[in-house]
């Protein structure tokens, strides 16, 4: 079946601008997650969504950055006010429940911010 | 969270067995143990994960030690295909996070 997906797989944007991020996880996924990998590093946890529970932001670096997900299924991870420091790839997964063992990652969104 | 520490980074030679080291010496004893690796420009693929019991799958064995503050996962026979980065991760259990380190760079040589 279809995997993860999330686009754009590239952008490039200038600084000060505004970015949206989309993630279309596996169908029947209830729980969501964003993630950001800066270069060589590790994966930096950032929003997890379940079911129409209150998502946990604890990751959230700034409150420049945003995340929604509608419906219960599509996540739009948004950056406003972009700054050089945000450049990374940024990550989504999803996984069937709280309970379940393994998240399944998109191919991830590599940003860019000049 | 219970904080894992790995090598920053790791030869094998190919054909032979790869094991990697997670020390995680802060373990909650709720916590499972978890491996995903991340091949260069992909995202991250789960391994395999354990408790207290030693577990193997079609991928590898992972070794937990009885006092469970450290762990071994084992690739059996490395392929060049597996050269990655491996993240060893405990398990947070609210909210279902994963916290993921800089993991250990794996590379099978031919």
């Known amino acids: 079946g279809a995997g993860v997906s999330q686009s754009p797989s590239n952008k490039v944007t200038e600084k000060g601008k505004d970015v949206e991020l989309r993630c279309d996880p596996i169908?029947?996924?209830?729980?969501l997650y964003w993630y950001r990998q800066s270069l060589g590093q590790g994966l930096e946890f950032l929003i997890y969504?379940?079911?129409?529970?209150?998502?946990?932001k604890s990751g959230l670096p700034s409150d420049r950055f945003s995340a929604e997900r509608t419906g219960g299924s599509v996540s739009t991870l948004t950056i406003q006010r972009t700054q050089q420091e945000d450049s990374a790839v940024y990550l989504c997964?999803?996984?069937?429940?709280?309970?379940?063992?393994?998240?399944?990652f998109g191919p991830g969104t590599r940003l860019t911010v000049l | 969270d219970a904080k894992t520490t790995q090598p920053p980074s790791m030869d094998c030679a190919e054909g032979r067995a790869a094991n990697l080291p997670c020390n995680h010496s802060?373990?909650?004893?709720?916590?499972?143990v978890y491996w995903y690796r991340q091949i260069h420009s992909q995202g991250p693929q789960y391994i395999i994960h354990?408790?207290?019991n030693n577990e193997t799958n079609e991928m590898a064995s992972l070794i937990i030690t009885e006092d469970r503050k450290s762990s071994t996962l084992i690739l059996p026979h490395a392929t060049l295909r597996d050269t990655a980065v491996y993240y060893c991760?405990?398990?947070?259990?609210?909210?279902?996070?994963?916290?993921f380190g800089t993991g250990t760079s794996l590379t099978v040589i031919p």
């Open positions: 802060t373990i909650s004893g709720n916590e499972y």
């Open positions: 169908s029947g996924h209830t729980a």
């Open positions: 991760i405990v398990r947070v259990l609210s909210g279902n996070q994963f916290y």
């Open positions: 997964a999803s996984s069937p429940g709280t309970s379940y063992n393994e998240q399944f």
């Open positions: 969504f379940q079911g129409n529970s209150a998502p946990d």
């Open positions: 354990g408790l207290k």
